[in-house]
């Protein structure tokens, strides 16, 4: 088996994340659920109501031989707005906050190289906001979100927002689709 690597990545509702993730090569799995907050074993209505300190986030198994850490924060960053403070389009909230949980010292190295080189480039218009902090616990979100958009493609939701993201992903990145 393939060595798998570990990325935990939060930019908005984590259906967004987990649909485009879930169609990239190189991926080994993608998984909803929260990180970064202060209470154990939180619900997705205790995250909803911004009092546990957790973010929305998909933890990606990748594969490294296939696809770099680097490459998949490419996808993150090209995907949401990190320009937002605890906002996604009309999601506000802590929980969606745009937020980078690293699990070692090489992934914060690149996360923050990252941040500077798309700030020098000028690639958003206003200062990314984007929370670089060291992985702590992931609680996977109940069995409902998983694979939300593929089970629910016709849910409004997920026609007004998780489908123009994944078809902003497959134009963009159509070089990385499975």
Known sequence: MPEVELATLGGGCFWCLEAVYEQMTGIAGVESGYSGGHVEAPTYEAVCGATTGHAEVVQVRFQPDQLTYRE???????????????RQGNDTGPQYRSAIFTHDQSQEATARAVVVELT????FDDP??????????FW??????????????AQPYCMMVVGPKVAKFRQRFAHRLV
Not at 120 to 123: A, F, K, L, S
Not at 128 to 137: A, D, L, S
């Open 72 to 86: 998949v924060l490419e996808v993150f960053f090209g995907i949401h707005d990190p320009t937002t403070k605890d």
């Open 120 to 123: 020098e480039e000028r690639v």
């Open 128 to 137: 990314i906001v984007t929370e670089i902090v060291g992985f702590e616990k």
């Open 140 to 153: 996977p979100a109940g069995d409902y979100h998983r694979q939300y958009f593929q089970r629910n493609p």
